[in-house]
């Protein structure tokens, strides 16, 4: 490794090998070529002729064009750009010297944008794709948790105030929810996805229109057919010398919201974290602190909650882009989609990478949450002790007032006083209330307050989740494999 120069930490510590091979200088200039073939491939299936009505394509040149399809001489293409300063003219250079018959039509009526546009498209279907993969199994993973842990009740909060009940698994369900938005979208984007095709300096065709002579049907089912080599559906219909910019803006959107879901996790676990009831993955040999033996920090949900900031602001790049382009194009994308596209994926590739390292560790603590949550039932049931009183013959607005005050009195003597929560015993020293303190007691059962919450857990996972990882059986049972 140099250690004289900048490194990104996306390549260093978060991303995956996987997701870095294709955001890569050889998967792109591969594909490059790839794109090269399938161009001459189809411009002689339609037939293109040399000016003397021969083919002006022959077999000969396409199997040259194949034969050296992935041995890329990077020094040729290297020493070329020095001299011209475009890297498209000096791959076609780099190329014709390893094919001398098919020098000659190497990129034969397209511009640098054919290979550049076209590229970016497959890399970031490709990558959508991978991350869909990752997706998945954080969300099997996310569902398992759930299901395993529907009926433990638990404290919900309003405001990180206690609230009405809920249970573990249940809140699992919320985070995987916001999951299962994000896969409809990347499964919604990955859907949309098209090449630009063969359209030219400023998206006339002009170009193939003359080589063609003036032929719009076979410059139609030129752009057809390289799309479909390619493994696409089809082009976009219309673009100037660039596919509209808004396909990296919303490409991003989607990893944006993917960030978005997991900040919200990660903000959970962490306050959980510091309650004792939830704890992320510690590792017997993991150091908490510098300076503080004892802790524990969540610092795989810090690390993803960190990426995801990044790649939330990370969004507005290309939507700066996209807003500020002139005209059928200019070239101030360029070194920003250079960095912002492949951040972007880089990034949540990490994020998910750790989201999985995550839940798959994740420990809970059922006995502090149990211990909470009896410290705070009382409050909880003071409507239906209330709801009882009335129906013994009762004033529902006495009772209200009584409730309302014996809580307050409760509260000032957990809060000022550090002493336990009392409100059972004021409650039954009051005759109005017709019931025993162990009649009370007996209603301080957990269970008794969650809903529907273990059934609403139960028929997400089964109706909605489940039927999703069954059709994807063949990606799951990934593991997670963190740098630091």
Partial sequence: MDMDKYVSPLSERYASKEMQYIFSPDKKFRTWRRLWIA????????????EDGSPRITDEMLDELRANAEQINYDVARAREKEVRHDVMSHVFAYGQQCVKAAGIIHLGATSCYVGDNTDVILMTEALQLVR???????????????????????????????????????????????????QDVDYMISQQKLLGSKGTTGTQASFLELFNGDHEKVRRLDERIAEKMGFSGVYPVSGQTYSRKVDSRVLNVLSGIAQSAHKFTNDIRLL???????????????????????????RSERIASLADYVISDAMNPALVAATQWFERTLDDSANKRLSVPEGFLAVDGILDLYLNVVDGLVVYDKVITKRFMEEIPFMATENIMMD????????????????????EAGRMVKQEGKANNLLE??????????????????????????????????????????????????LGLTAEINV
């Fill in 39 to 50: 161009l001459a491939e189809t411009e002689q299936e339609l037939g293109l002729k040399a």
């Fill in 133 to 183: 993969k990752k997706l998945l199994n954080v969300m099997n993973e996310l569902a398992k948790f759930a299901m395993k842990y529907k009926d433990l009740p638990t404290l919900a909060f309003t405001h990180f105030q206690p609230a009405q009940p809920t249970t573990v698994g249940k809140r699992a369900t919320l985070w995987l929810h916001d999951l299962y938005m994000d896969l």
């Fill in 389 to 408: 009183a009335v129906k013994a013959g009762g004033d529902r607005q006495e009772l209200h007032e009584k409730i309302r005050t014996y809580s307050m």
């Fill in 426 to 475: 004021l409650i039954a020293a009051d005759p109005a209330f017709h019931r025993s303190l162990d009649e009370l007691k007996s209603l301080m059962e957990p269970k008794l307050y969650v809903g529907r919450a273990p059934r609403q857990t139960e028929e997400f996972i089964t109706e909605v989740i489940q039927p999703v990882l069954d059709e994807n059986r063949e990606l």
């Fill in 273 to 299: 974290q510091h309650l004792k009831e939830i704890e992320e993955p510690f590792e017997k040999n993991q150091i908490g602190s510098s300076a503080m033996a004892y802790k524990r920090n969540p610092m």
